[in-house]
């Protein structure tokens, strides 16, 4: 049974004033303060066909215990006066019984399987008449390769007898090593896993014109944990500071852009989203006063005209706000999100690339105003 404890999703959220627009004053992106926060079962196989010889031919499987107890039954019968004695004899039993010994726990910075093993204990019996010879074979499970054989010891015995599987397994079994091992492997930074492997043991006793033969499995369990700090994305933006654009007059235009960078070490799903748009008045100087009126929350909004987007270095663009040939106002715009899954491969940038511009025709009651774009730029792994 193999289960794990799946690494954590990676989520780092950058809190962002994405455009400042103030009329005759400043107009711009504003650079941000960053915080990062976190974001089989199977049944066991199908035992090994095993047989007493590395090449040799037959089957093995089935019960620990197999066959039936050695007898002899003798029929006579008489025919036309004639008699015919016949005599059969079983060939017997053997049992297996045993557990395997779970290797130790695997802990290294790749959670990489070299080598594991454990001893065999329990009890092997048998009673074959004419017995001559007993024959264990272990066999050993791994995930992709499934069984292969990995021990065969021969010895003789009489009819009836038990011994002690320790005494014919003098030594641990590999259960795997190598390229096999490396199917316990767990490849995922920061995590552990739980690993099961199985065993079986067949014992095959042979007599005169016959081989009585007994199969039993076990499991054994072990953890693999990856100790190795999880690949992470990480988002930064460039330029501190305001980005700021003076005197947003009528007529006046413009563009500011700055670098959204993933400088970590896994590759991140970028999300962009508006989460708020705020308008002020400022108060009321001279010019504006003939044309507005206190408390009426700012006419900037309604006359600044926006489009924002996403520039690769090859000049792919994506277009949060606007299009290639359409500017929006920015009274126009309200919480929602800008940008989803924008793919951003470690140590990759995009540019967010923002143009405003306020025509001609807008009066004087945009003095003093301000408007401000609120985003929050979230940078989530995809590993």
């Not at 008699?83 to 039993?93: A, C, I, K, Q, Y």
């Not at 099961?196 to 095959?204: D, I, K, N, P, Q």
Request: charge should be negative.
């Amino acid at each position: 049974m193999n289960t794990s404890r799946e690494a954590t999703r990676r989520r780092v959220v950058v809190i962002a004033v994405l455009l400042v627009a103030a009329a005759a004053a400043g107009f711009g992106l504003s650079q941000f303060e960053s915080a990062a926060s976190d974001a089989s079962d199977g049944d066991a196989p199908a035992p090994p066909t095993v047989t007493p010889t590395q090449n040799g031919s037959g089957s093995a499987g089935g019960d620990a215990n197999a066959g039936a107890p050695a007898s002899t039954t003798t029929t006579t019968t008489t025919t036309s006066g004639a008699t015919t004695t016949t005599t059969t004899t079983t060939p017997g039993s053997v049992g297996v019984q045993f557990s395997a010994e779970s290797p130790e726990n695997v802990e290294n910075t790749l959670g990489e399987v070299v080598h594991l093993d454990g001893r065999l204990t329990g009890t092997l019996s048998w009673n074959v008449s004419d017995a001559r010879t007993l024959t264990v074979v272990v066999s050993t499970w791994t995930p992709e390769s499934e069984w292969a054989r990995q021990r065969t010891v021969e010895r003789a015995v009489n009819d009836t007898g038990t011994l002690a599987l320790s005494r014919v397994l003098d030594a641990p079994v590999t259960y795997a090593s190598g390229e096999r091992a490396d199917e316990f492997n767990n490849s995922n930074d920061d995590t552990t896993v739980l690993r099961e492997g199985y065993v079986t043991v067949t014992a095959f006793v042979a007599a005169d014109g016959a081989t009585v033969e007994a199969q039993s499995m076990d499991s054994y369990a072990f953890s693999v944990a990856n100790l190795a700090t999880p690949s992470t994305p990480n988002l930064s933006v460039s330029n501190p500071g305001v980005l700021g654009v003076s005197n947003a007059a009528p007529g006046a235009s413009g563009r500011t852009e700055t670098v959204v960078t993933n400088d970590g070490d896994a590759a991140g799903a970028l999300d962009v989203v508006l989460t708020g748009v705020d308008s002020a008045e400022n108060g009321l100087i001279e010019l504006e006063r003939g044309v507005d009126r206190p408390g009426n929350g700012g006419e900037l909004a309604s006359a600044l005209e926006l489009r924002v987007a996403l520039v690769r270095d090859d000049g792919a663009r994506t277009y949060l706000v606007g299009g290639p040939d359409a500017y929006v106002t920015a009274a126009t715009l309200d919480e929602t999100v800008l940008a989803a899954d924008y793919p951003l491969a470690a140590g990759e940038s995009v540019r967010v690339v923002a143009q405003w511009r306020v025509p001609a025709a807008t009066g004087n009651a945009i003095q003093t105003d301000s408007v401000t774009l609120n985003v929050s730029y979230v940078l989530t792994s995809t590993t």
